[in-house]
């Protein structure tokens, strides 16, 4: 094309945002997250949705928009899991900032442009997030709850004290995002919260406190929960180390929540040492009469 030439009438552009939904077994449900994204007020997306090898009717509703101009339906024979799914959603989006929504939850209609909004106005800024209402029944209680420090700018060390939010809250750059890495599928719990950590490490974060999106709770196996919490947790605390090192109550703290998961199960012999971590991070009269229970079983 030569200079001045009006632009081929057949030109693509990537859209600004690219939004994952990750999906496995939501054949009731996940409509209504589709719906969400595709009212928003901001137009400039594409929406990727990850059916993770369903086995009910899931795919049926997926094809009612597979002519939509802005879905793209990705249909996998193998069950990856959550971050998984999403990852795969992250390989083929276009767009330089990526959303994330849940397969049973509700977006309001302006937090993309929000979110679109914020992120341009602070451009150092790696990612932004909103607040929540987490839907329980008949209960509602808003996320992040009051206990940090601060919510935005640099938040490398207050993540380290525990996940001031949910995955479908989040609009990430692209190329922060290229740099943090994706989800950790070997996490069984607190996907969300790793990939936070890793981002705070890197770059600002703008908080909007309006909450934008509404959060379902989805009934589960309530024991497998409490074992995958002390599980995830430890291991965020193994990958971080070094981290939590430098920021010894945030340490402990958590060394304390897994150690006392793990006697709330029976579990003494996996609670003692992160009691024992707990102490020495932050010797109190709490950690220690628990960690005197671990040794006596």
């Not at 200079?3 to 690219?18: D, N």
């Not at 990727?48 to 939509?68: F, M, N, Q």
């Not at 340490?251 to 150690?259: D, E, K, M, P, W």
Request: proline share 5%.
């Amino acid at each position: 094309m030569t200079q001045g030439e009006p632009p081929h009438p057949f030109t693509i552009t990537a859209p600004r945002v690219s939004v994952i939904i990750p999906a496995y077994n939501r054949e009731t449900l996940v409509a209504r997250a589709i719906d969400s994204v595709l009212a928003q007020t901001y137009q400039d997306f594409e929406l990727i949705v990850v059916d993770d090898a369903s086995k009910d009717g899931t795919r049926t509703v997926l094809e009612r928009y597979r002519d939509h101009p802005k879905v793209r339906l990705i249909l996998s024979d193998v069950n990856r899991g959550g971050s998984g799914a999403r990852n795969l959603g992250i390989e083929a989006a276009t767009g330089d900032l990526i959303a994330f929504q849940d397969s049973d939850d509700v977006w309001l209609a302006h937090k993309l442009a929000e979110q679109v909004a914020a992120l341009d106005a602070n451009p150092t800024a790696g990612l932004c997030y909103c607040g929540a209402l987490f839907s329980e029944g008949t209960r509602s209680y808003y996320i992040p709850e009051a206990v940090f420090e601060r919510l935005d700018g640099d938040m490398s060390k207050e993540m380290l004290r525990r996940n001031t939010t949910s995955t479908q809250t989040l609009l990430v750059r692209r190329e922060v995002l290229a740099k943090s890495g994706p989800f950790d599928v070997t996490l069984k719990r607190f996907q969300d919260w790793d990939l936070m950590i890793r981002i705070a490490q890197l770059a600002p974060l703008v908080f909007l406190p309006e909450p934008m999106v509404v959060i379902f709770a989805t009934p589960g196996n309530i024991s497998s929960f409490v074992v995958n919490d002390a599980i995830s947790r430890a291991q965020i605390l193994e990958k971080y180390q070094d981290l939590f090192n430098s920021v010894p109550e945030h340490g402990a703290r958590n060394h304390y929540i897994t150690g006392r998961v793990w006697q709330k199960l029976g579990e003494h012999a996996k609670a003692r040492p992160h009691l024992a971590r707990a102490l020495a991070y932050k010797r109190d009269l709490r950690s220690t009469w628990w960690m005197l229970r671990a040794r006596l079983g």
